[in-house]
Each structure stands twice: as structure tokens, then as C-alpha cells.
């Protein structure tokens, strides 16, 4: 069975850093990850799709990578601003799965002016 | 714009009167499915449609039903609320038969049952 965990749970810095998100996940017969970012109480927002053929995505500040082989994503975020604090999430679709998304639990950021 | 809209964003209700959160997307997705979101227990998927007049259950379907009468709409059914089904729902929609394809989701639906 699919198993998604996301370290750490809870991540602080301040603002200006650049840090690392990890996500891993024990089958690798994936057809893509998804990170997401969700504000307290608030909706999904879809911030990175990874294909299982890539290696890694861009948009901005956030650089996605995926190394299916060994089951690992890392979200990179350049120059953390505060508007940046939000749990961020990352899901994969499994093969065979009826199109469910596996999720991690989490990690909590915080970016402290 | 392309989006997942659900209805209502809030909602407090009494045990056991029966309730209908709407779910409607607007980019003629096949797929469409729900979650539930509670603190500790992650994100759980309650039911998931493959296309209209087609439903099958998740990982936690009991208390709730749902129908697929149009492509675009997906509503949420809790014929009995019960406190146990206070949770944030979300509502998520995608391509089907495209395993590159993401998922959009819906802005949630926050539901207290007393």
C-alpha cells in the first residue's frame, strides 16, 4: 500500500532563505506528484505537477523535483517571503488506483518577517 | 476561468437534518471526486465518480452518497449528519484517461454538525 510522508512536519526561517520541502512515497509506480499549498482553513491550491517521465518542474521561486526510483520529491523555494506561510502538501497518483491522490501529511512553514 | 466551485464555504447544522454541499466544475471533466480533511487524519477520499451515472466509494464512504447526474455536477449527500462528519470537504475534478493530468480542487466546505 501507498504510503506518502512529508518531512519535516513544521518548518520555520526566516525571510530570505531558500529551503527545502521533503515528500517521499514507497511504490514508485506513480503516474505523477502534485505539491499544493493550503492557507489555514482555506481551498487546494495546485502548485507543481511532476510527470513520472520528469525530472523536475519550475514556476518561479518553487522548483519541484522527482526521483521516482527512489520514491522522493523536494519542493525548493528560493528567497522565502512571508506571504509564503502555508502547509504545503504533495499527493501522488498511483497506477491502479482509480485516480486517487495518496497524500502526505504536511509541512507546516512559517517564514518569519 | 477555469474552477471547481462548491457550496456552502460554511455550514453549521444539526445533527441529523440532511444536508447537500454542491460541487459544479466548468472544464467538462469526467472525473470528479470528494475529501475530507480533519486534523491528524489527513486527506481521505469519500467517493469518486468516473463520469455521470458512475460512482463507486473510497476510503470513507459510509454516512454519505453522492450522484453524478451531469458531467458538471457532483454533490455531497449526509442524509443523517452526524458529529463525527465535522470536517473541511473538498471537492476535486480531472481529466480521466490522462495519468499526466493534475487535479483542480474546490475552495472547501467547512462543516460543523452539533
Known amino acids: 500500500k501507498q504510503e506518502v510522508t512529508q518531512i519535516p512536519a513544521a518548518l520555520s526561517v526566516p525571510e530570505g532563505e531558500n529551503l527545502v520541502l521533503n515528500c517521499s512515497f514507497t511504490d514508485s509506480a506513480i503516474y505523477n506528484l502534485q505539491w499544493f499549498r493550503q492557507d489555514p482553513g482555506k481551498g487546494l491550491t495546485s502548485l507543481l505537477l511532476i510527470q513520472s517521465s520528469q525530472r523536475e518542474q519550475t514556476s518561479g521561486r518553487l522548483n519541484a523535483s522527482l526521483d521516482k526510483s527512489s520514491g522522493r520529491s523536494t519542493l525548493y523555494i528560493a528567497a522565502s517571503q512571508p506571504g509564503d506561510s502555508a502547509t504545503y502538501l504533495c499527493a501522488v497518483r498511483q497506477v491502479d488506483s482509480n485516480y486517487q491522490l495518496i497524500w502526505g501529511a504536511g509541512t507546516k512553514l512559517i517564514i518569519k518577517p | 476561468e477555469a474552477q471547481v466551485t462548491q457550496n456552502p464555504r460554511y455550514l453549521i447544522t444539526v445533527t441529523g437534518k440532511k444536508l447537500t454541499v454542491t460541487c459544479s466544475q466548468n472544464?467538462?471533466?469526467?472525473?470528479m471526486s470528494w475529501y475530507r480533511q480533519d486534523p491528524g487524519l489527513g486527506l481521505r477520499q469519500i467517493y469518486y465518480s468516473m463520469n455521470v451515472e458512475v460512482t463507486d466509494k473510497g476510503d470513507v464512504p459510509e454516512g454519505y452518497k453522492v450522484s453524478r447526474k451531469e458531467k458538471r455536477n457532483f454533490p455531497l449527500i449526509l442524509e443523517s449528519p452526524s458529529p463525527n462528519q465535522t470536517s473541511l470537504y473538498f471537492c476535486?475534478?480531472?481529466?480521466?484517461?490522462?495519468?499526466?493530468?493534475?487535479?483542480?480542487f474546490g475552495s472547501g466546505t467547512r462543516l460543523t454538525v452539533v
Open positions: 472544464m467538462n471533466h469526467e472525473y
Open positions: 476535486a475534478s480531472s481529466l480521466r484517461d490522462r495519468e499526466n493530468y493534475g487535479y483542480t
